[in-house]
């Protein structure tokens, strides 16, 4: 399916190379949406200052030699030199019977496919996820989906932090409770905080512990055997978990998608000692550091990567040099995307600028990028804690927003009863549909209040209202005795809600080539939002079981089942389920 807007593109291009020579056959036309028109092409105001000409005449030149075809119904010169365009009914129909049938919606694969890793989720090993964490999960998944749909090769990565010095005491605390503990989902081991604390705790006030827990730490870090075995017991009661969460809301991501801190760990020591032999590394206070020019400090003092402690570890910043050599020399990508918190910024900027010093990123092969989330925050505007100040219980919120979506449920009148495993199955997706929605309609990088009164009701722009309104749709079939698979048109644009509906289908391709490209999945949250807003105007509008004819009955369906194939499209790709009946 065309993209609208190329469509016309192209002719007003056609339009100027007639009228003022080949050399216009590429020139920008600055299409524009437009109040008065579908689209408007603004070139003709900075034509005419280059052609020393006025710009009306300009814009009535490009007016006559415009070839309309039956493409366009209207072309119009407005204001000081506005070309006003509008579709014909029938071109815009056409396209929507594409949606119907086509392959993928009829939305063209990306024209330079690229192998892209998204990494998200990242969570720490023996450690609770929050909602930080949920929101980078929901939102790189997202951005997962939405490159493959577009043909691109997606690596998942899920960057768990499962290294580093705590790791003694957790294995001490492991020894200490008893291993079997660890198989048990409801012991002491598997309450992460509980456990992670309680060995906090011990490390800081029993100094035997203490000996004992770094003594654990250079075994692990030299590999012993045991030791290892023992961590990998901890880091399988969080997989166990990671899991649990991410089955609930849906996630993509799986086992083998984890290359945890852990996994560079060999590769720690050679990445140090390219960055030394390039004289990129130099010993600054007993550290090893880079100090990547263009940042600094408050006085203006250059501020260090540490890539080696003076105790001789390695840390955070090493493992993400090493990360991104494993990724540009091993996995050959052409594009990564950090889908990680924005408190992380300063952190990626610094260690990409490291990384192209080293010649590791090459801005012309591969383009790395921080999509920053911005923090989830509570009604007070802070980080969102519970009431008595400790981290949000991420399986705790979703048993709320499923039960906040239950009352929902309940409130509005439904066209058929449902026994309660019915209920109970719709109410999760719905709560589910609303916290991701919730996430990943605000524009990625800005901070959102995390309210449940505004994402569980069924109307205004929730997860819950789209939800909703795939399901109304379905309805209409099963009410009408027929599937949507079955309505082939064709369509007929007569109502002007038919037409605002049908023209609003045909911008799933180019949102979401630009969400894939921008790795922005909040312009597809919007774009669905917009779809589900122009049908139900539709709907208020234009009957469609009792329409006054077969003719506009079978339009009215062909509509309304492309309404829903882009829907549930859209939604699959946002990672937000949609239930057949609500
Ligand atoms: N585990 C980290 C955290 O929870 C996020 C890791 C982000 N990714 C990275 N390559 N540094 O904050």
């Given amino acids: 399916m065309p993209d609208p807007q190329h469509v016309i593109a192209a002719r007003v291009q056609d339009a100027l190379s007639a009228a003022f020579g080949p050399s216009y056959a590429d020139a920008d036309p600055v299409i524009r949406p437009s109040q008065f028109a579908d689209l408007q092409a603004n070139v003709a105001l900075p034509l005419a200052k280059k052609l020393g000409r006025r710009p009306r005449e300009v814009a009535d030149e490009i007016v006559a030699r415009f070839d309309a075809g039956d493409v366009v119904a209207d072309v119009q010169v407005s204001g000081p030199g506005f070309v006003n365009l509008t579709f014909s009914d029938a071109w815009i129909a056409r396209q929507a019977e594409v949606v119907l049938t086509a392959d993928r919606l009829g939305v063209p694969a990306a024209e330079h496919p690229q192998k892209v890793v998204v990494e998200y989720s990242s969570p720490n090993v023996a450690k609770e996820m929050h909602v930080g964490h949920l929101r980078t999960t929901i939102v790189g998944d997202a951005v997962a989906r939405i490159l493959e749909f577009l043909g691109h090769d997606v690596v998942r990565d899920n960057h768990v932090g499962d290294w580093g010095t705590p790791f003694g005491m957790l294995i001490e605390h492991l020894l200490d409770l008893g291993e079997d503990a660890a198989a048990r989902d409801d012991s002491s081991v598997s309450d992460l905080t509980a456990f992670y604390q309680a060995a906090r705790e011990k490390f800081d006030s029993d100094p035997a512990f203490a000996e004992r827990a770094r003594t654990r730490v250079v075994r692990l870090q030299a590999g012993d055997a045991e030791t290892l075995r023992l961590w990998n017991v901890l880091v399988d009661v969080s997989k166990r978990y990671f899991n649990s969460v991410y089955r609930r809301l849906g996630v993509t991501l799986t086992d083998d998608d984890i290359k945890g801190e852990s996994f560079y760990n060999d590769l720690l020591a050679p990445t140090v000692q390219e960055l030394e032999d390039k004289g990129i590394a130099v010993v600054s206070d007993g550290a090893l550091c880079a100090f990547p020019p263009g940042f600094t400090g408050r006085e203006g003092e250059p501020l260090p990567v540490i890539i080696r402690k003076s105790d001789g570890g390695y840390n955070y910043s090493t493992t993400d040099l090493a990360t991104i050599r494993y990724r540009v020399d091993t996995e050959h990508v052409n594009r990564m995307i950090y889908v990680v918190g924005a408190p992380q910024s300063l952190h990626f900027q610094m260690v990409f600028a490291v990384a192209r010093t080293a010649g590791w990123l090459n801005d012309d092969d591969v383009r790395a990028e921080h999509a920053q989330i911005g923090n989830v925050l509570g009604a007070d505007g802070k980080i969102l804690r519970t009431r008595a100040g400790g981290t949000v219980k991420l399986s705790e919120l979703l048993d ?167 829907l549930v499209t859209a939604l699959g790709l946002l990672g937000v389920p949609t239930p057949e009946r609500m």
Avoid: W
């Fill in 400 to 566: 709320e927003a499923v039960e906040r979506a239950g009352a929902e449920f309940d409130k509005i009148e439904h066209r058929e009863a449902f026994d309660e495993a019915t209920r109970a199955d719709i109410v999760e997706k719905v709560g589910m549909g609303a916290v991701k929605y919730a996430d990943l309609s605000v524009a990625l990088d800005s901070e959102y209040i995390f309210d449940f009164d505004r994402m569980v009701p069924f109307h205004g722009k929730t997860g819950p209202y789209l939800q909703y309104t795939t399901a109304r749709i379905r309805s209409i079939f099963r009410l009408g005795g027929t599937a949507p698979e079955e309505a082939t048109g064709p369509i007929e644009l007569g109502h002007p809600a038919e037409r605002a509906l049908a023209l609003k289908l045909l911008d799933f391709g180019p949102v979401l080539a630009q969400a894939g490209d921008l790795a922005e999945p909040h312009r597809l949250a919007g774009y669905v939002y917009e779809v589900a807003s122009a049908y139900t105007t539709f709907y208020e509008n234009c009957p469609v079981l009792k329409a006054d004819d077969d003719e506009t009955r079978r339009s009215r369906l062909a509509l309304s089942a492309a309404t829903l194939r882009t």
